[in-house]
């Protein structure tokens, strides 16, 4: 499973508006009258992604990017940056 999270200095109303214009949710805008304690607990800056998109926001917001690898049974394997250079792949098939 690969994550996403837009950096901390970056306004959250304005993270959200960066995943959707990208195609990535189709939730509404956050009401204005919402504090942004409220959008971020609605919608909060760490994001399911793939690898690709997780590289594209890498590069246009900053922010950090992993990968998570578990076991065939389920449980925790290791937790794997993603780089902007590189293809970001794991060896854990042979597990």
């Given at each position: 499973?690969?994550?996403?999270?837009?950096?901390?200095?970056?306004?959250?109303?304005?993270?959200?508006?960066?995943?959707?214009e990208?195609?990535?949710?189709?939730?509404?805008?956050?009401?204005?009258?919402?504090?942004?304690?409220?959008?971020?607990?609605?919608?909060?800056?760490?994001?399911?992604?793939?690898?690709?998109?997780?590289?594209?926001?890498?590069?246009?917001?900053?922010?950090?990017?992993?990968?998570?690898?578990?076991?065939?049974?389920?449980?925790?394997?290791?937790?794997?940056?993603?780089?902007?250079?590189g293809r970001?792949?794991?060896?854990?098939?042979?597990?």
């Open positions: 499973m690969t994550y996403y999270e837009f950096p901390q200095k970056m306004p959250i109303r304005e993270a959200f508006m960066a995943w959707k990208s195609g990535l949710t189709d939730m509404p805008d956050p009401p204005a009258g919402m504090t942004d304690e409220e959008v971020e607990a609605c919608w909060p800056r760490r994001r399911f992604c793939n690898v690709r998109t997780a590289k594209k926001f890498l590069r246009k917001y900053g922010g950090h990017a992993w990968t998570e690898w578990f076991e065939r049974d389920g449980g925790f394997c290791d937790t794997t940056e993603i780089r902007l250079e970001n792949r794991g060896s854990y098939n042979s597990i």
